[in-house]
């Protein structure tokens, strides 16, 4: 049985014009599941993609030996974008927008599917203000500017964290490293895919 939220969030993005942005803190089967659910909802020609913004912090550290610590604070950027263009061209769709484009594009969109859990502030005042004006699905774990702002989400979406689901990640190299859930989620929350 689906839940209410889910059935809203079904009944208000099926045939519109609709946004998915893709956290790189999901997985790569996530951002698989989430993008072909939007162009089975939305349909090709009615569905944009986006990456969602990839956190940085100083600069890249290498160490004696070649570790290196990177400034990049995603785990996933390289293996989301990867996904999010492969679908984009199985379905001859736009090319995947960078975050900052976002919201400008939502004006020409009826709906959104935003995806979160990000340890710090990701959602900026002009992606808050474009969401207020169009149907707009949260699927996140920890609080945000969007889900301090009960006019800018009309659904909220509980997502699993990283360490109650499985799946993979592609790292600097562009290697994919399979990482299992360590504990079962809680409650209604559920793997974003």
């Given at each position: 049985?689906?839940?209410?939220?889910?059935?809203?969030?079904?009944?208000?993005?099926?045939?519109?014009?609709i946004?998915?942005?893709?956290?790189?803190?999901l997985?790569?089967?996530?951002a698989?599941?989430?993008a072909?659910?939007?162009?089975?909802?939305?349909?090709?020609?009615?569905?944009?993609?986006?990456?969602?913004?990839?956190?940085?912090?100083?600069?890249?550290?290498?160490?004696p030996?070649?570790?290196?610590?990177?400034?990049?604070?995603?785990?996933?950027?390289?293996?989301?974008?990867?996904?999010?263009?492969?679908?984009a061209?199985?379905?001859?769709?736009?090319?995947?927008?960078?975050?900052?484009?976002?919201?400008?594009?939502?004006?020409?969109?009826?709906?959104?599917?935003?995806?979160?859990?990000?340890?710090?502030?990701?959602?900026?005042?002009?992606?808050?203000?474009?969401?207020?004006?169009?149907?707009?699905?949260?699927?996140?774990t920890?609080?945000?500017?969007?889900?301090?702002?009960?006019?800018?989400?009309?659904?909220?979406?509980?997502?699993?964290?990283?360490a109650?689901?499985?799946?993979t990640f592609?790292?600097?190299?562009?290697?994919?490293q399979?990482?299992?859930?360590?504990?079962?989620?809680?409650?209604?929350?559920?793997?974003?895919?």
């Amino acid at each position: 049985e689906e839940a209410p939220a889910l059935e809203d969030v079904l009944e208000n993005l099926r045939g519109r014009r609709i946004a998915l942005m893709v956290s790189p803190m999901l997985s790569c089967e996530d951002a698989y599941c989430l993008a072909q659910a939007a162009v089975a909802l939305g349909g090709a020609g009615n569905v944009t993609l986006a990456l969602g913004p990839v956190p940085t912090a100083g600069e890249d550290k290498t160490f004696p030996g070649g570790y290196t610590i990177r400034a990049e604070k995603a785990p996933n950027a390289r293996g989301v974008q990867r996904v999010l263009d492969a679908v984009a061209k199985q379905h001859q769709l736009d090319k995947v927008l960078d975050f900052k484009a976002l919201p400008k594009a939502l004006k020409n969109l009826d709906g959104v599917v935003l995806t979160g859990n990000y340890p710090s502030a990701w959602a900026t005042p002009e992606l808050v203000d474009a969401c207020r004006d169009r149907y707009c699905v949260l699927i996140d774990t920890l609080p945000n500017a969007l889900t301090e702002d009960a006019s800018a989400i009309d659904a909220f979406l509980p997502g699993a964290t990283w360490a109650e689901k499985a799946g993979t990640f592609e790292n600097v190299d562009n290697r994919l490293q399979a990482f299992e859930a360590a504990i079962p989620p809680i409650g209604l929350a559920k793997s974003d895919g």
